[in-house]
């Protein structure tokens, strides 16, 4: 017997693995359950993971959320995704992975890169002028000098893997194949396609490829997915999949958006200007914007997003709560609490316990959260993270609560480069992603940006309750403009006068920090290359 109320199937496919969630039109998550997805990291910056794992991590995890729910299966009115943005994925004809998929964080193309970007005139910012001003003028940004987007991965497997080109028909992002595995349709969304550099977003509701721009890339349209809004219905559930999950096979499929998208949606942060802070494996400070306006040197941008009439303008940090996960497993090895998938929220409440306890400041200990480069405020994929100022006087928590406020001052710097391309300064901002679970976490952002810090209640599920959202819209169920009224602030976190003077000394030793061991990571990483 139905309970009356619709709910959306939402798939969060991120770095950590897939969490699927029934969620109501309300914004409330009702049920979720997550299954881990393990990564390859390989030699010369490769990072990969196997799609067959993610599809078996949303089979998986679909079905423990339906069984385990309760909620009456006639009750669910539609499927969306929020995937990892910026994977790149070779299928043959058939739709079946040629190779396992290169992350966002892989940075093996950079040097491929570097010679497809460049010319006969001398470079700007590692760029040829002319490319660079068409990049810029069409799509609002460029390909990264890092080789973490698609542009440079499908330059690095035409370099180093050209028997795989040649058999490649579609490159997709991860959107792109959970979207083909429940539909049969090879489509992409414009925020999903992006990071190719081959669309022309000029105009926000009818992007299109174009054809300058695929030639710069060294692309043929054919190789890559039809186009489609986020919105979109782009069919049903394939009788299949449907029968596997025992879902009816009519359920329409809304084409989803990258992480990035949902999460702005999940965190109620719609109208202009209004200011997120995802905090997940990496994290980003995001906001609505009119225009379409990009700052080339700290790789901040306009860029197409879920709403047809708006552009997201995004700044986006490689490594935060992977920082966590890396001082947690590779670091302290403690056989305790800390080892729990950082899915659950237990963590988050063992780390506020461990880091509350040390004052800020982290007793002198300072750390650099670069562990995979940087991007925004600055692009070096040279950047490696570090604890600075280690003492026999320092302690697992004091490591705990330096690697807490680290990310935070990176995102204060951030922060400073978002504020002056906006234009307006900022006086609060929505904290989500797993990040946002960690009062402790809140209370030190807020204390570090300056800012107030609102915490929504379930964080951790903005992407899954912004997929759910698009999904309402696509089947004509809800408007975006209804979406901050669903989203409930749990807490509120204000600055705390006490704390300004040392967190002011923390960033201007960060900034000197930066300022010091940029020159030497360049000159390590020259010599090795």
Known sequence: ????????????????????????????????????????????????????????????SAADVLHSSGLPRSDIAAIACSCQGEGTLAVDRDGTPL???????????????????????????????????????????????????????IAFIRETMPEIYARTDKFLNVLDFMNLRLTGRVVSTVDSALTTWVTDNRNPAAITYDAGLLGLAGLEQAQLPELVRCSDVIGTLRPAVAEQLGLP??????????????????????????????VGTSSWVGAHVQH??????????????ALSDRYLMMAMQSAAGANLSFLRDRLLFARDALLQDEARPDVYRILDEV???????????????????????????NLRAGLLNLSLDHAREDMVRAFLEGVALNTRWMLESVQRYLGTPAREIVLVGGGG????????????????????????????????????????????????????????FEPGADTEACYDASYATFRAAHKALAPFYANLHGARS
Request: charged residues 20%; proline residues 7%.
């Open 1 to 60: 017997m139905s309970h009356g109320e619709r709910l959306v199937l939402a798939v969060d496919l991120g770095t950590s693995g897939c969490k699927s969630a029934l969620v109501g039109l309300d914004g409330r998550v009702h049920a979720f359950a997550f299954r881990a997805v393990p990564t390859q990291v390989l030699p010369g910056a490769g990072a990969e993971q196997c799609p067959e794992d993610w599809w078996q991590a949303f089979l998986d």
């Open 99 to 153: 190779t396992r998929a290169l992350l966002w964080m892989d940075m093996r193309g950079q040097h491929a890169v570097r010679r497809q970007v460049g010319g006969r005139l001398p470079r700007v910012a590692g760029y040829d002028p002319l490319k660079l001003w068409r990049w810029l003028r069409l799509t609002g940004g460029a390909p990264a000098l890092s080789g973490k987007d698609p542009f440079g991965h």
């Open 249 to 278: 096979p009519d359920i329409p499929v809304v084409a989803g958006s990258v992480d990035t998208s949902a999460a702005a949606l999940g965190s109620g942060a719609v109208a202009d200007h209004a200011l997120h802070l995802y």
């Open 292 to 305: 379409k306006k990009t700052d080339v040197r700290r790789q901040i941008a306009a860029l197409p997003c």
């Open 355 to 381: 880091a509350a306890s040390v004052p800020a400041g982290a007793r002198g200990l300072l750390y650099l959260p670069w562990l995979m480069g940087e991007r925004s405020p600055v692009d070096d994929a």
């Open 437 to 492: 679970q960690s009062d402790v976490w809140c209370r030190i952002f807020a204390d570090v940006l300056r800012l107030t810090v609102h915490q929504p209640e379930q964080p951790i599920q903005a992407n899954v309750r912004g997929a759910a959202f698009i999904a309402g819209v696509g089947i004509g169920a809800m408007e975006f403009r209804d979406i901050p009224q669903k989203v409930v602030i749990r807490r509120s």
